[in-house]
């Protein structure tokens, strides 16, 4: 048997090596057009049942390279003509509409892209990919129920992970359009365990819980404008505000209490509220309100945490460690006690004992700054100078990226300022 290639002709051999580079490395392009790309210049534009001579052929096969490294050039203008002389020599070639659709697409000429992918999917209607980007261009025109339709029915097919990621978020945006809320979660939820550190889809998701909230809450105010979660959803508002509403939000959460008396939380977000204060007697009635947290739930670690912390400012160390151990015990994973028990461990000159602490909490929480600063400290005191450099390193390393990640946002935030005050030409 012949261990040749199969013959294919040298068009289908240049989009072939071509494939998708100048779409893999550039995000400006959406990831619906890079499923598009990668299908579409993979399969190559067909010439299936032109007779033609070589000549043609030759045309067809320039004019398609010539589009390609226009494309990878982001010259869409050039790429378009390129295309539509393909279409011009092969009318009968889906993927070159295809192609054509997604240079409009780029260019967003999103009627002219909706023309050409549906072209092309009366040519072939097994292109599904096609078919989601046909969805993308009505979502881009607001053309919302037949985008809607496209995409639900694209969504059926077998898709690219990119094809279906762009499906989704377009959908997503469809939905949100019609502050369908519940839809636009269903459309996007699907992509969280796919894309787990995505920040388009972290953002989007987060938006949409926030719109998701806002009209609970207004149901529940229209509902029963008195209800204890109204009080609550206020108190939690008034918060967010700053510390000049504290004490208005803590009579809030004392009304939602009148109401339900059991509420499981509330004891502790007064309590929270109460230590802000930072004064003698606020922190005697933050303790109360922790205490009445306990009662309600005798498993809420982060009640013991903050007892902890009112008697470690008071300089009642006993008391202190029992509420950080109490904590620990509920919940071994929690780090914030550890670290607050090994500062008084080491205070009081338990340095093993701290050390002990210190290590477990680094295994948890391993990126946390404060667990290699009180390390080093550690170590250091224990004579222990190599360790105590390391742990040091470790600590400047994480502060050195944070300081440069928020750096780049500081950046980014200017530059976005910056081209918003700019006057239009």
């Known amino acids: 048997m012949s261990t040749e290639e199969p013959d294919i002709s040298s068009r289908d051999k ?4 071509r494939k998708s580079d100048a779409f893999a490395n550039d ?12 299908v579409v210049i993979s399969c190559g534009v067909g010439v299936a049942g032109i007779q033609s001579d070589e000549a043609h052929r030759g045309e067809i096969e320039e004019h398609s390279a010539q589009a390609a490294a226009a494309m990878q050039k982001r010259d869409f203008s050039r790429a378009e003509k390129e295309w539509q002389n393909v279409i011009t020599r092969d009318p009968g070639s889906p993927q070159a509409y295809n192609n054509l659709g997604i240079v409009y697409y780029l260019e967003h000429k999103y009627p002219e892209a909706e023309l050409a992918f549906t072209k092309a999917l009366q040519l072939d209607p097994k292109l599904v990919d096609t078919r989601v980007l046909l969805g993308a261009s009505l979502e881009r025109q607001r053309k919302l129920e037949p985008a809607i339709a496209e995409l639900e029915r694209g969504m059926k097919s077998r898709l690219s992970a990119s094809a279906e990621r762009t499906g989704r978020m377009a959908l997503y945006e469809a939905w949100v359009a019609r502050e369908n809320y519940d839809k636009a979660l269903e459309s996007l939820s699907p992509l969280i365990g796919k894309y787990p550190r995505d920040p388009d889809i972290l953002y989007e998701l987060g938006q949409t819980h926030l719109q ?3 009209q609970y ?6 509902i029963d404008p008195e209800s204890y979660r109204v009080h609550q959803i206020l108190a939690e508002y008034l918060t967010r505000l700053g510390e000049v509403q504290y004490r208005h939000a803590i009579q809030e959460y004392k009304l939602a209490l009148q109401h339900n008396p059991d509420l499981p939380g509330i004891h502790y977000k007064i309590g929270l509220l109460m230590m802000s204060e930072h004064v003698a007697s606020s922190d005697d009635q933050a303790i109360l309100e922790f205490e009445t947290e306990l009662r309600i739930n005798p498993y809420d670690s982060w009640s013991e945490y903050r007892l902890g912390q009112i008697y470690t400012r008071k300089q009642d160390a006993q008391r202190a460690s029992a509420h950080f151990l109490d904590a620990i015990k509920v919940d071994q994973s929690f780090v914030p ?5 090994a500062l008084l461990l080491e205070r009081q000159g338990k340095l093993a004992d701290a050390e002990d602490q210190l290590k477990v909490a680094e295994k948890l929480d391993p990126e946390r700054t404060s667990v290699h600063y009180q390390l080093a400290r550690v170590y250091r005191l224990r004579g222990n100078q190599t360790l105590a450099e390391e742990e040091l390193k470790k600590f400047q390393e994480i502060q050195s990226e944070r300081l440069e990640s928020k750096q780049q946002l500081q950046r980014a935030i200017r530059v976005a300022n910056e081209s ?4 239009p030409d």
């Open 14 to 17: 240049v989009f072939r090596a």
């Open 27 to 38: 995000p400006v392009f959406s990831a619906l057009t890079l499923a598009a790309a990668l």
């Open 212 to 214: 998701l909230a806002a």
């Open 217 to 222: 809450f207004r149901t529940i105010a229209l």
């Open 337 to 341: 006690p550890r670290l607050s028990l």
């Open 420 to 423: 918003q005050d700019e006057d």
